[in-house]
């Protein structure tokens, strides 16, 4: 399985309290994934949610040809760690993003009001959209990832593991 060169725990530690400035396009109907709506858990797979803090500590890849995003290392320090139902190969499904619906300028400085929480499926989605959804969040809040971890019988999980020396673990 080949994935795409976007890694997203160096980039969540840049976005720090970074805020989309603007409302994104969110799909509003279920896409298909093999003529099946992405809302369909498919057969040997289950599906779970988690809130995390950050720093998340999960390195995040795309899958260049289902388009497809999997958790490819976990950080031993990070929230997911901590949580531990995160596990390498589960693919994010959906996760959580904070627009702004509004905007004022006081002489000269521009603020943002009207924050809302949404949720962004993943399917069909850039990665740096993904990434943007993610980092959109200030760093008090939660960020809600929706995964889904498919039996190694299924032949749907997505991403070989390998423990690293120092002891993090990573997919390929």
Do not use: W
């Amino acid at each position: 399985m080949q994935f795409t060169s976007h890694r997203l725990a160096t980039k969540l530690h840049r976005f720090g309290r970074t805020r989309v400035a603007h409302t994104p396009r969110v799909r509003l109907q279920a896409a298909s994934n093999n003529g099946q709506s992405i809302d369909q858990v498919p057969i040997g797979c289950s599906r779970y949610s988690v809130s995390l803090k950050k720093p998340l500590g999960i390195v995040l890849e795309q899958d260049v040809k289902s388009g497809n995003i999997y958790v490819v290392e976990i950080k031993p320090e990070g929230s997911a760690a901590r949580d531990g139902r995160v596990k390498l190969g589960d693919q994010l499904i959906a996760t959580s993003g904070v627009i702004y619906t509004t905007e004022s300028d006081y002489g000269g400085a521009t603020v943002k009001g009207g924050q809302q929480v949404v949720r962004l499926r993943v399917q069909g989605e850039a990665f740096k959209t993904v990434s943007a959804a993610i980092g959109s969040h200030p760093g008090h809040m939660a960020v809600t990832l929706d995964f889904q971890r498919c039996d190694v019988g299924a032949g749907l999980s997505g991403a070989s593991v390998d423990e690293q020396p120092d002891g993090t673990r990573s997919g390929k």
